[in-house]
């Protein structure tokens, strides 16, 4: 089982910056994938960025450029460091962790609210 916990959401303005964090209960070399994901109001959660163990990160088109997830193993701990935010990332954010084993295993965390005011 793991845990996953985020923080560093909040209230900024467009054009601001927030990182958010995501510790993990369990070293996170052990986690083949981690992502962050993100839910607007009346929308499906969709993908924002992932990182594989091996560091290959990915990124959903609205964000590239703008957004960079990164990990830190020593902390067990994955961030995304969110720049040049617009209304339309407003939405809860939310960690999630993929062990690829035989059935794949997902874990979610609680989520992380994100408003960003125009």
């Known amino acids: 089982q793991v845990q996953l916990v985020e923080s560093g959401g909040g209230l900024v303005q467009a054009g601001g910056s927030l990182r958010l964090s995501c510790a993990a209960s369990?070293?996170?070399?052990?986690?083949?994938?981690m992502g962050w994901y993100r839910q607007a109001p009346g929308k499906q959660r969709e993908l924002v960025a992932t990182?594989?163990?091996?560091?290959?990160?990915n990124y959903a088109d609205s964000v590239k450029g703008r957004f960079t997830i990164s990990r830190d193993n020593a902390k067990n701990t994955v961030y995304l460091q969110m720049n040049s935010l617009t209304p339309e990332d407003t939405a809860v954010y939310y960690c999630?962790?993929?062990?690829?084993?035989?059935?794949?295993?997902?874990?979610w965390g609680q989520g992380t609210q994100v408003t960003v005011s125009s």
């Open positions: 999630k962790a993929v062990i690829l084993l035989l059935p794949p295993r997902d874990y």
């Open positions: 990182i594989i163990s091996g560091g290959t990160t």
């Open positions: 369990t070293s996170i070399f052990s986690i083949n994938v």
